[in-house]
């Protein structure tokens, strides 16, 4: 993680107990140091245990991502990130607007049989994943279940948490998949309602086209399995895999806000580049060479190729050629 990236993620991160006057002593280590581990984890996909010895040992690093798990810090920190990235992008800071969708990953033996199924359309035997993003690809809300669950019945759940964290909700996207009663569900359960619009494929249509609002959170999925620890489910419990999924996407916003936070204006950009032109070719004035010619001249009777200098009168005879 870089110095940038850490200004961005270190306001959002939890108050430390012992300076909330909470009690406990302060901490042995910095908390970019955990930062960094949970990152790793996450980017990289390894085990708990092969974590670097150069960073904080792997029990204390998951006692941490634990209890912020547990204290809902780790989704705190996400929302404010989020915010942050809409203000950036010119949009409000609550979404108005959302796009549902889910995706199917293999689990690992270490995911129990009780929260894993099957998924019969994508040949998956694992977990499911639901997300809702906003209009410009920023999730909103996710919802792990096992893969055999129907996409109708895990978007209830879905939509329920996001009306109840994001009030301002009016309308949201999705698939033809979700088609059916969830539409009036939506509109009659839901305080206030919320308006369910599918976006269905041409019937007559045999090739790639990209369908509006549903290529969003199509998008968002593949930002988040970027990350390797997402591509396959590792987590006995479906809410560490949440974690997880959260903590990828706090990858990808604290990156761009970063780079927006580094950009240089227009001019400078001009500036520096003008600077290394001519850099540049000052370093090639004074590094000329003279030009290499290649001459061949027996060695025990076999012919190898060496390079000859031509040279000026006052520098020595030139090359000779031949053998």
Known sequence: MSDAEWQVIEPA?????????????????????????????????IQWRAMPADLPHWRTVY?????????????????????????????????????????????????????????????????KRHIAVDT?????TVLVTAAGVQDRDGAKPLLWN??????????AWADGGYAGKLVTWAKTKLKPKLTLEIVKRPGDLHTFQVLPRRWVVERTLAWITR??????????????????????????????????RQAPSRSACRAGRSAAGRLSRGLAVRTSRPPV????????????RQPGRVVGTGAGRPARHGH
């Not at 012992?18 to 980017?43: E, F, H, M, N, T």
């Open 63 to 127: 006692d941490v991502a634990d209890g912020w798990h547990k204290s809902g810090a780790t989704g705190k920190m996400h929302d404010e990130l989020r915010r942050q990235c809409r203000i950036a992008a010119g949009r409000k800071p609550e979404p108005t607007a959302a796009v549902i969708d889910s995706q199917s990953v293999k689990a690992a033996e270490e995911v129990c049989r009780a929260s894993r199924g099957y998924d019969a359309g994508k040949k998956d035997n694992g977990r």
């Open 162 to 171: 996001l009306r109840r964290a994001f009030p301002s909700v009016k309308l």
């Open 136 to 140: 410009i690809g920023l999730l909103l």
């Open 227 to 260: 990350c390797r620890r997402t591509v396959r489910d590792y987590e006995r419990l479906p809410g560490h895999h949440e974690t997880i999924v959260y903590w990828a996407m706090i990858i990808t916003m604290s990156r761009r806000l970063a780079r927006q």
């Open 293 to 304: 010619r290649w001459r061949y001249r027996s060695l025990r009777g076999c012919y190898g």
């Open 13 to 45: 991160l939890p108050a430390p107990a012992w300076k909330a006057g909470k009690g406990g002593r302060p901490a042995g280590r910095c908390r970019r140091d955990y930062v960094d581990a949970i990152r790793y984890l996450v980017k990289e996909g």
